[in-house]
């Protein structure tokens, strides 16, 4: 209890600190005074450039360690795609509850020592299906990044940051699957059989079975502080501000009091939902996601149908623009990173948060979720940011504005500068002019299914931190609420990058231990296909 409340302080402490200087602004610009120079630090640390390559050191670890894992599983992105598929639908749910093949039980049934076997069938083991997990994953991180963010990426770096993006999102599939079966061998569970899982526990006991006890408490606990600021920040500040600036735009409401309005109805309907836990949003996100998914998908399939002519020559641009840019976009390089560091944006692999949400899954074979999981960035990245690509480049196939925008964040579409969602309803607009108002409902059901999963992320890894008692829960979800009514509420520019930055600072502890700890993976696979086989048999 002591620790929750001195977290709370620690927390608020900056908003009661604020300069007398800035006393005299509103919320958003006193919020900006004080985050922008911690904006500035903390990305000067987490985009830190390699010197002499032009490349941020976050990039290739992401890189390095997406193509490492592929090839040491035989590209299992692509080899187990459709077996991942079969999964999903329930065909191997069989194997779950078998007992008769003489294969190795998991691991995964061990808490602090004790056999859970004891306390439930392993079978049961979690709280929700393999397709609510991955929905509720999915909800994590396919967001406004989809449709603000690549619109921005492909605005800023040409047409050829499609393919590298698309090149990331495959890579990234093998790096799920990694951290998804470690998510699901080395949960937690406790005796009511609540899951409690995620990257603070592969890195605290899967390092201590290696012999690095304290390096794996060390990386635990600060993962566990950096996906408590992401919850607050990208996973909900960020995503409620898009959402009330989208119906602000499409409703004409005045602004003054609207950002606030629309701040507590959000905070109503997502609170509503995580008291629940994860089984409720669980059960909000596996209807959510395919409706808003299907929705969004349908709107950009219109737009590209209605410019089916220039389909073909739009992929000729994408791969052409990939190795031979423009003039003014920096090169190869700059519009390989910019395709890399939007899909590593958009689908987080490598920050370990999805684990999180996949360790919830009911089931004895982590690996069978680490398969599931890697469809995660194929959904996230190479189809629906890719559409939204398309959408973009074919709105600008008349010339409406200059590839390569402000580097600000900001592109001139006739003599206006407009943001990614901006420019993603322009796009729209122009095919159907009703389109808009349908990416608006886009935009809030990205956005809520995002606070709900991320709410959950953060709670868990408040619970590493603080306990699991009812009073820090309830603490941190009454900050997590009161975080998406100042998020709807205020204009924070330098919050937008300073939650970039926090969500792919998760990479750098996250990463070391996948990459100490993979060789379990590869045991786990095994023994989920041998138990498969058997079944079979």
């Given at each position: 209890m002591k620790y929750t409340f001195l977290s709370l302080f620690a927390f608020l402490l900056p908003f009661s600190t604020i300069s007398q200087e800035t006393a005299e602004l509103g919320l958003d610009e006193r919020i900006n005074a004080w985050f922008e120079p911690i904006t500035a630090v903390w990305e000067s640390i987490v985009f830190w450039v390699v010197p002499g390559t032009g490349v941020p050191l976050i990039v290739i670890i992401l890189v390095l360690g997406a193509t490492f894992f592929t090839l040491y599983f035989g590209f299992v992105n692509i080899r187990k795609f459709p077996f991942a598929i079969n999964v999903v639908r329930g065909?191997?749910?069989?194997?779950?509850?078998?007992?008769?093949?003489?294969?190795?039980?998991?691991?995964?049934?061990?808490?602090?020592?004790?056999?859970?076997?004891?306390?439930?069938?392993?079978?049961?083991?979690?709280?929700?299906?393999?397709?609510?997990a991955l929905a509720t994953a999915v909800s994590g991180t396919v967001g406004l990044g989809n449709i603000a963010g690549v619109a921005l990426a492909i605005a800023i770096g040409g047409p050829g940051a499609t393919f590298w993006m698309i090149v990331c999102g495959l890579l990234s599939m093998s790096t799920k699957f990694v951290e998804c079966t470690l998510g699901v061998k080395y949960r937690d569970m406790d005796e009511n059989g609540t899951v409690y899982g995620g990257p603070m526990y592969y890195l605290s006991r899967g390092l201590k079975e290696r012999g690095f006890t304290g390096l794996g408490k060390a990386l635990a606990v600060i993962f566990a502080i950096l996906c408590v600021g992401a919850s607050f920040g990208g996973g909900n500040a960020v995503q409620a501000n898009q959402a009330a600036e989208q119906l602000v735009a499409m409703t004409g409401m005045e602004s003054g009091s609207s950002g606030f309005i629309i701040g507590v109805v959000l905070a109503i309907l997502v609170g509503v939902v995580i008291i629940g836990g994860i089984k409720r949003i669980?059960?909000?996100?596996?209807?959510?996601?395919?409706?808003?998914?299907?929705?969004?998908?349908?709107?950009?399939l219109v737009v590209i149908f209605a410019n089916y002519s220039y389909i073909d020559d739009a992929f000729g641009l994408i791969f052409s623009s990939a190795f031979t840019p423009e003039a003014g976009l920096g090169g190869l390089f700059g519009v390989l990173i910019t395709g890399f560091r939007r899909a590593a944006f958009s689908n987080e692999a490598g920050a370990g948060s999805a684990a999180i949400a996949h360790s919830a899954v009911r089931t004895k074979y982590p690996a069978s979720e680490g398969i599931v999981a890697l469809l995660e960035p194929f959904i996230d990245t190479v189809v629906i940011c890719t559409l939204t690509a398309l959408v973009i480049i074919f709105y600008n196939s008349g010339g409406i504005f200059e590839y390569g925008g402000d580097g600000a964040g900001q592109v001139l579409v006739e003599g206006v500068n407009v943001g990614g969602v901006t420019l993603t309803s322009l796009a729209f607009e122009s095919v159907i002019p009703w389109f808009p108002y349908?990416?608006?409902?886009?935009?809030?059901?990205?956005?809520?299914s995002t606070m709900i999963s991320w709410s959950y992320y953060g709670l868990q890894a408040w619970k590493y931190l603080f306990g699991r008692g009812k009073v820090a829960d309830l603490c941190y979800k009454l900050l997590f609420i009161a975080f998406i009514i100042i998020g709807a509420s205020a204009s924070m520019g330098a919050v937008f990058a300073f939650s970039d930055a926090m969500i792919l600072a998760l990479v750098f502890p996250n990463m070391l231990g996948l990459i100490l700890l993979f060789p379990k993976v590869k045991e786990e696979l095994t023994r989920y296909l041998d138990a498969i086989k058997a079944m079979a048999q």
């Open positions: 065909k191997y749910d069989a194997v779950e509850g078998d007992e008769g093949h003489g294969v190795e039980k998991s691991e995964v049934n061990i808490v602090d020592g004790d056999l859970v076997d004891t306390i439930r069938d392993e079978s049961h083991h979690g709280e929700v299906s393999h397709f609510q669980a059960s909000v996100t596996e209807k959510i996601v395919p409706f808003m998914a299907i929705i969004y998908a349908t709107a950009c349908i990416l608006t409902l886009a935009v809030v059901l990205f956005a809520v």
